[in-house]
């Protein structure tokens, strides 16, 4: 059986498992590859247009053979057999087209625009893929000026958090960074004020300004905010809870102080 062969310009067919082309996209199904090659991958026409209509590189756009074509991309395209294609796939009901897309990485400098005054969000090793897909969409959507992520948090760019993300990912700019002193000498430098979450203050959410220049953590799901960003917070809050509920979940949380930074804004102006 041929392993490739053209069907045009900028076309070819893939029916071998040890094609080259399916080979880098099953890698990349794993963080340590989608870091060695700094791309990942995309899947489904709406996440392809996104990533076209935001400036994501695509490297190489992958298509089943019982995928009816579109024009979405100008793009070197694989058709693959449906077989292939479906063990490339992250979903149970693959839609038929995927692409492999380089990662956008950004200085400290690129990442901190000269006197913005726009706000963060800072994720400090979250680990659930759904909480760390809808935060970076919701950030999006609130206006945020891009997302600082913690190592030790899950890898933005695997599937399931490409996926939650739809497509916020091509236009909320992403910075990864070592260490919470690292990020607590960033926000500082960029005059940042550091807000972070605790039952034990006296400050609730809507008590104080969050219209700009708020950087606002994040913590892992089971353990909180760590102890540095804590102790280097600039402003402590909590948001009000009835009953013996002690926390919310993290995406949960974060949406309502993103959303608090919108509504000061609507209402000043």
Known sequence: MTEIFPLGENRMKITSGENQIYKTAAQLKQKKYRDEQKKYLIEGPNLIREAMQNGGDIEMIIQSED???????NAPMAVMSSGLFRKLSDTETPQGIMA????KAYTKEEF?????????????????????????????????????????????????????????????????????????????????????????????????DMKENAA?????????????????????????????IESLNAAVSAGILMYESVRQKYQES
């Open 67 to 73: 995928f009816n074509p579109e024009e979405i991309a």
């Open 100 to 103: 492999i897309v380089k990662k």
């Open 112 to 208: 901190f625009s000269p006197g913005t005054k726009s706000n963060l969000i800072i994720l400090d090793r979250l680990q659930d893929p759904g909480n760390i897909g809808t935060i970076i969409r919701t950030a999006d959507a609130a206006g945020y000026q891009g997302v600082i992520v913690l190592k030790g948090t899950a890898d933005i760019y695997s599937p399931k958090i490409v996926r939650a993300a739809a497509g916020s990912l091509f236009r909320l700019p992403a910075l990864m960074v070592d260490t919470p002193d690292e990020v607590v000498r960033m926000l500082k430098q960029n005059r940042k004020n550091i807000i972070c979450t605790t039952p034990n203050c006296s400050s609730y959410y809507y008590d104080i």
């Open 216 to 244: 606002v953590i994040i913590g892992n799901e089971g353990n909180g905010v760590c102890d540095e960003f804590m102790t280097h917070s600039d402003i402590l809050i909590k948001i009000p809870m009835e009953g013996t």
